[in-house]
């Protein structure tokens, strides 16, 4: 007992730096992605450090908020928590860290259809139509993609026969996952093509129409909140696509300094990696109004074809 | 004489508190009445007292009686006494005859007729073979009648679009409706059947449960006014309970106790924490019409900013209901895909195509859930008024909130600690499990069927969910955004008017702005409908379908007219050639 009271007094530190590293990086990320998309399609291109200087500035300027929409700071107070709270609960360096056992794959995915839905709502706010139209698309998405998370949970439960995101990535860590592994990736193609919103092209401009009232310090929670869901998004995937990167506690003590190092440089690669698949979708595939329909098929593909593998690998493997 | 309302409502406080008591000293529940069931007192209460099995839904009934004293319709409270007084009894025949006196205060039309009858089918196959002499064929047909009967209490119907006609707004007797729906399907499938009713039945239930479900979110989705969004999204929810009824009778069947455990459970937070949320929304709403005219979705607008309280509590009340996480609905939801993922299954994927197929209609049904409730909150709420009448309307006082806030109360506390829920209403889910409620309670009940006062846990094992720790971690997470908000020195936001992409203002004929330049509540249906394209799909081979039923319905009732002919023309004969073939069959069988 008194040694699980001292590895959680141990791990927090490691939570506290996870979350600060997931933000530090999070505009990053989009930062970098952007940079990439702007660069390959021969266009210049902002430094992918830019975004974060922009984040701060809008963080420092005086808001301007419509007549009418006073909610829109607690809104956007609550989907930057909701953000925060989905980051606390998906491990990025070390597995096993306080709080892992609140993390469940519905969960988080509810927690960051929040956030999509936080934006959605702010847009809403001041009634005009285009911010709303772009509002609305954005919750019809989010409405259409619960088809598929129970889909791509089922695959989880049925390979590892626990849906728990620390419980699902410790066995997989741990136990011989031949057979598991191809479904485990196919599902977490399915959860970010369903997840991601920004992986398709008009996904920016979407997102000017949806925050065109907003300003000021409440922008800046929004926009944060944006860059986070899509780090935390890709984070998930990559974890379940590569668990063998992650740092793993000793017995009831935290992970090793070198384990930390080393996951943390996986979790660098994994995240590297998963950027340019974005950039990749972002450059060649859909727009997006035609995007909502084709995720949803790609998603329920990927998710359908993960159980199919799931049971092939048993039947003849 | 009529009664007053203060009388009223102590009555159903005393019924709360009663409740509460036997849920907490279960001893209550089982004082042995029929020790001296010679006299006629003692015999009536032992037929009609309230057993562990009632006491859920008679005590969301009671909380429902006490919150709905102002309601608008005059007829709830006769309704809601008649529900609790079925619900409480232990009877097959006596609870036949409650529900279906229930039945015609929250419902006309043609249904009604129907309803009544299957419930005295049902009735009339559970009350004669109560003992071993009930199996076989009365098995094999009692769901039907009991789903009918369930299907008509709870207002569900297949149409997936909403019509004034068709669909009535939600008031507090649909609302007892659906919890003494709820409690027939368990009491006439679960409990009173000598014999277990197979699992294919429980499948069968399970699947018509799910289509229901997205129907009423569909009927959600598309209605006009907010008493209407309420009435699909409880009828999706009535949908659920017929799902977790049929995985209840599955768990029984295939002698999975835990799952049967996880799916009654869930039944059991359902009515009191999604129904008390959508009774909260319907309270509100009620008070807002009152105030802002007709919620009619394509008029009213901007309530957040004119009735910040009432409009706070409807948002939290949606929250709920339409399953956000980490709250109530959305633990129904978590619970039923778990317990999804622990039906029995055959070897191989065909035996997993059944479950996966309702886990992607789960999803749909919850999508459909999210998109109506944020329709209905955005519309009302958020943009600007419409009509001179909403940009009039006033705040509802604390007071005339407080049957609302109480049900928010329940729901909340249900969402956030539903452990507490789950060991008040404990007996009932070992009586469905079948894990005994013998005397003393839980003597025989392993520890992994107890319920945690903390956690859910997943009927197969496979998660366990926090609701509580989960509402703890937003709120530290709200407090640091708040703390480097308050630390950043961040300036008071300007109020100004919103960005209109330099439209010129409207004109002075349009007061209240150009609704062209405006979100309203068809381009929800709309966008959903663009990507789909379920229109065109509807245009073209459905219509296509369509008319070939049509066709060959005609070409059946032209055979059916000849065949009439020739059967008046030829009665005599045929009834020769009948006594024949009789004879002929009798001599050879015999």
């Given at each position: ?317 | ?81 008649g529900a609790a007084l079925a619900a409480t009894t232990g009877h097959p025949v006596l609870f036949g005859v409650g529900a279906a006196t229930v039945l015609p205060m929250i419902h006309a039309g043609r249904g009604v007729a129907w309803g009544v009858l299957a419930g005295a089918v049902a009735t009339a196959l559970l009350a004669d073979g109560g003992g071993a002499a009930m199996g076989g064929w009365r098995l094999a047909i009692l769901p039907a009648p009991v789903l009918l009967f369930a299907a008509l209490l709870m207002g ?435």
């Amino acid at each position: 007992m008194m040694r699980e009271v001292l590895a959680w007094f141990l791990g927090l530190p490691l939570l506290g730096l996870h979350v600060v590293l997931m933000v530090a990086v999070a505009p990053v990320v989009r930062g970098l992605v952007d940079w990439c998309v702007a660069g390959l399609a021969g266009r210049g291109a902002p430094s992918p450090v830019m975004r974060w200087r922009w984040v701060l500035a809008l963080a420092r300027r005086r808001g301007l908020r419509t007549a009418g929409a006073s909610a829109t700071g607690l809104l956007a107070g609550a989907t930057l928590a909701a953000a925060l709270a989905a980051c606390c609960l998906v491990p990025s360096v070390a597995l096993g860290l306080p709080g892992a056992g609140l993390s469940d794959l519905l969960v988080v995915a509810g927690l960051l259809g929040l956030v999509r839905l936080g934006l959605a709502v702010t847009a809403l706010g001041p009634g005009v139509a285009r911010a709303g139209r772009a509002a609305i698309s954005v919750a019809t998405g989010l409405a259409m993609m619960q088809t598929v998370m129970p889909v791509v949970i089922a695959v989880a439960g049925l390979a590892t026969g626990v849906t728990g995101i620390d419980g699902l990535l410790a066995r997989m860590h741990d136990a011989d996952v031949a057979g598991l592994q191809t479904p485990l990736v196919l599902a977490a193609v399915a959860l970010l093509i369903a997840g991601l919103d920004d992986a398709w092209g008009g996904a920016e401009a979407q997102a000017a129409d949806l925050l065109a009232n907003v300003a000021g310090p409440d922008r800046a929670a929004l926009e944060l909140a944006r860059d986070l869901a899509v780090l935390v998004w890709m984070t998930l995937a990559g974890d379940m696509i590569w668990p063998g990167g992650l740092a793993m506690a000793e017995g009831a003590m935290p992970p090793a300094p070198t384990a930390l190092l080393a996951g943390l440089g996986a979790w660098v690669l994994r995240t590297a990696v998963l950027c340019a698949g974005l950039v990749a979708a972002r450059l060649v595939v859909l727009s997006l109004d035609r995007g909502l329909r084709a995720r949803l098929g790609l998603a329920m593909l990927f998710g359908v074809l993960a159980v199919v593998v799931l049971f092939a690998g048993r039947e003849f493997g | 004489m009529p009664v007053p309302a203060a009388a009223i409502r102590a009555g159903w406080a005393l019924a709360l508190v009663l409740g509460l008591a036997m849920a907490c000293l279960p001893a209550l529940v089982y004082v042995p009445l029929q020790s001296s069931g010679r006299s006629m007192p003692a015999a009536l209460l032992a037929v009609v007292r309230v057993d562990a099995l009632s006491l859920p839904f008679v005590l969301v009934i009671s909380a429902v009686g006490l919150a709905s004293g102002t309601a608008e319709r005059p007829l709830a409270p006769s309704a809601l006494a008649g529900a609790a007084l079925a619900a409480t009894t232990g009877h097959p025949v006596l609870f036949g005859v409650g529900a279906a006196t229930v039945l015609p205060m929250i419902h006309a039309g043609r249904g009604v007729a129907w309803g009544v009858l299957a419930g005295a089918v049902a009735t009339a196959l559970l009350a004669d073979g109560g003992g071993a002499a009930m199996g076989g064929w009365r098995l094999a047909i009692l769901p039907a009648p009991v789903l009918l009967f369930a299907a008509l209490l709870m207002g569900l119907s297949p149409r997936p679009l909403s019509g004034a006609r068709r669909v009535r707004p939600a008031g507090a007797g649909e609302l007892a409706g659906f919890v003494l729906g709820c409690c027939l399907l368990v009491r006439m499938l679960v409990d009173w059947p000598a014999g277990r009713i197979g699992a294919s039945w429980g499948m069968g239930i399970g699947g018509i449960g799910l289509l229901l479900a997205m129907a009423g979110g569909g009927r959600a989705l598309t209605a006009r006014d907010a008493p209407r969004v309420l009435a699909g999204m409880l009828a999706a929810w009535g949908g659920v309970a017929m799902l977790l009824v049929g995985l209840a009778v599955v768990g029984r069947a295939d002698d999975l106790p835990l799952l049967a455990l996880g799916a009654a459970r869930t039944l059991f937070l359902l009515p009191a924490g999604a129904g008390m949320a959508v009774l909260a929304a319907i309270l509100v709403t009620s008070g807002i019409t009152r105030e802002a005219g007709p919620l009619v979705l394509a008029r009213v607008g901007g309530l957040a900013a004119l009735m910040p309280r009432a409009g706070a509590t409807l948002a939290l009340a949606l929250a709920i209901a339409c399953a956000l996480p980490p709250l109530a609905g959305f633990a129904v939801l978590w619970l039923l895909v778990q317990s999804l993922l622990a039906l029995p299954r055959a070897d191989g994927l065909a035996g997993e195509i059944p479950s996966l197929l309702a886990l992607c209609g789960g999803g749909i049904v919850s999508g459909l859930l999210l998109l109506a409730g944020v329709r209905m909150g955005a519309i009302l709420l958020l943009g600007r008024p419409r009509t001179p009448r909403c940009a009039a309307a006033a705040d509802l006082s604390p007071a005339r909130l407080g049957a609302a806030l109480s049900c928010l109360g329940v729901a909340g506390a249900v969402s956030v600690l539903p452990g507490l829920w789950l060991w008040l209403t404990r007996a009932a889910g070992w009586q469905v499990a079948a894990l005994g409620g013998a005397v003393p309670l839980g003597a025989a009940v392993p520890d992994g069927a107890r319920p945690s006062p903390l956690s859910l846990s997943a009927a197969g094992g496979t998660g366990t969910f926090y609701p509580a720790g989960i509402v703890l971690l937003f709120g530290l997470c709200g407090g640091v955004v708040l703390m480097l908000s308050r630390l950043g020195g961040a300036l008071p936001a300007r109020p100004t008017v919103a960005w209109t992409e330099g439209a010129p203002p409207s004109p002075p004929w349009m007061p209240f702005g150009d609704p062209a330049t405006q979100a309203g509540p068809g381009l929800f249906v709309g966008r959903l409908d663009a990507v789909l394209g379920l229109t065109r799909l509807l245009r073209g081979p459905v219509r296509g379908l369509l008319r070939a039923v049509r066709w060959v319905g005609r070409r059946a009732a032209e055979l059916d007219d000849r065949a009439a002919a020739l059967t008046a023309r030829h009665a005599m004969a045929l009834v020769l050639a009948w006594i024949v073939v009789a004879s002929l069959i009798r001599m050879w069988a015999g």
